[in-house]
């Protein structure tokens, strides 16, 4: 299990969530009510899932992709610790890792 710590974009504490070893991070954050829309569903065609994450849990996590870093070009408040977050699984050696939401995020789904 990996504990996951929801930050807003000012990076106040939201709430935790726990996810599964192998389970996407997008999963994890809609459960939990963050305001991630996934509108293309895990396939890499928009930014709507654009998280930002503590530096340390960027470090660890594996090097984004092309295609993916490509996406980010598109999401708004982007930063250098940006991550598509349909795109990182949990588990592995991270036990818990820190997101926050970016500035700006709107949830379209509801």
Do not use: N
């Amino acid at each position: 299990m990996t504990i996951v710590h929801f930050l807003d974009p000012q990076g106040r504490h939201l709430r935790d969530a726990e996810g599964r070893d192998g389970e996407r991070l997008l999963d994890v954050a809609q459960v939990a009510g963050m305001p991630l829309e996934g509108t293309c569903e895990g396939q890499m065609a928009c930014s709507t899932c654009h998280v930002i994450l503590a530096p340390a849990d960027f470090a660890a996590l594996p090097k984004a992709s092309e295609e993916e870093e490509d996406m980010l070009d598109f999401a708004s408040h982007a930063t250098r610790h940006s991550r598509l977050a349909c795109q990182i699984r949990l588990g592995g050696t991270l036990t818990e890792i820190t997101v926050r939401m970016p500035g700006g995020v709107h949830d379209m789904s509801g």
